[in-house]
């Protein structure tokens, strides 16, 4: 277990230690890209193993379960003799909805927790995803 250096706050060794987090108050995010491959061999990741955002929107937990949803179907389809095809489509496959939410996270993180300049007008994230 990890104890907190100062109340609400997460140690700061530990954020200086990655490159892919960036700290939030109390909350880590991902972005969604960083990962090359979500799954290899017989081990995937879901959820905010993944792909942590900030919580603002609430959409953590159901991210997750929509993760695992289209990996039970696409497991189902290629059989776990090819599993890393069901992992490298689940990847493909998600990652335009899981991008939209993650900024959209972003844009509504509470003022003074992450930079402004983060935010992207909500007519660009509906264009990109």
């Known amino acids: 277990m990890v104890k907190e250096e100062a ?12 490159k892919e987090f960036k700290y939030a108050g109390f909350f880590l995010e991902r972005n969604p890209n960083t ?3 979500w799954g290899i061999d017989n081990v995937v990741l879901v959820g ?5 955002m900030q919580p603002w929107a609430g959409v953590g937990a ?4 929509e993760d695992g949803f289209v990996l039970s179907n696409l497991i189902g389809r290629y059989g776990f003799e090819q ?3 069901a992992f490298d489509e689940l990847q493909q496959t998600r990652m335009d909805r899981i991008c939209y939410y993650y900024q ?3 844009n509504n993180t509470p003022k003074g927790i992450l930079p402004k300049d983060i ?3 909500i007519e660009e994230i509906v264009r990109r995803y």
């Open 104 to 106: 959209i996270t972003r």
């Open 7 to 18: 109340p609400n706050s997460y140690p700061i060794r530990y954020i200086e230690q990655t």
């Open 35 to 37: 990962l090359q491959r």
């Open 83 to 85: 599993l890393q095809c």
């Open 62 to 65: 159901s991210m997750a379960a």
């Open 48 to 52: 905010d193993a993944a792909h942590a």
């Open 119 to 121: 935010s992207i007008p």
